[in-house]
């Protein structure tokens, strides 16, 4: 059969003999007699495994609540909150950065790390100036945790004075 291939190769024009070495190639590829690798079941479950013990001793952040609402308040006021947490992980934990969502928020917290078992607290300002109708504030705790990242949301309903 190879030998057929190679006559007939010289009979065809430049377009067909490149058309006819692509599918010589394929074929080549297609019949090829190697052995694929399928994938080790026990080094995936090893890796799940390795996985699952590297977040098993990650600091672990608990909130009592991942909400507030402060209820109605008047314009122009300014009302705080405290969200207490407390390590439930094997390792400290240290709290990197607290965004939020709006200049109208504002975060006090402390970069000391805290340790298993213990408690932190994050502070949170809203300052109803300007503001006006029901308002939902996002408030973003980043930390050395699994998932690096904890959304805290605040309530309110601000009326005019």
């Not at 609402?69 to 008047?74: A, S």
């Not at 990197?96 to 805290?114: A, E, R």
Request: aromatic share 10%.
């Amino acid at each position: 059969m190879n030998n057929l291939i190679i006559h007939t190769y010289f009979y065809l024009s430049g377009n067909q003999k490149l058309i006819c070495m692509l599918c010589c190639i394929l074929l080549w590829g297609c019949t090829n007699n190697s052995k694929s690798k399928t994938p080790d079941i026990d080094n995936y479950i090893s890796d799940i495994e390795i996985i699952n013990q590297q977040k098993s001793d990650m600091p672990e952040i608990l909130f009592d609540h991942l909400s507030y609402d402060f209820g109605e308040i008047t314009q122009g006021e300014q009302r705080s909150y405290i969200f207490y947490f407390k390590n439930v992980g094997k390792s400290n934990l240290i709290i990197y950065n607290v965004d939020t969502s709006c200049g109208c928020t504002s975060s006090m917290f402390s970069k000391d790390p805290v340790l298993p078992k213990k408690e932190g607290e994050i502070a949170i300002t809203f300052d109803s100036k300007g503001k006006s109708g029901k308002i939902s504030n996002h408030v973003v705790v980043s930390a050395n945790t699994y998932p690096a990242q904890i959304v805290l949301t605040l309530h309110a309903n601000v009326v005019n004075p």
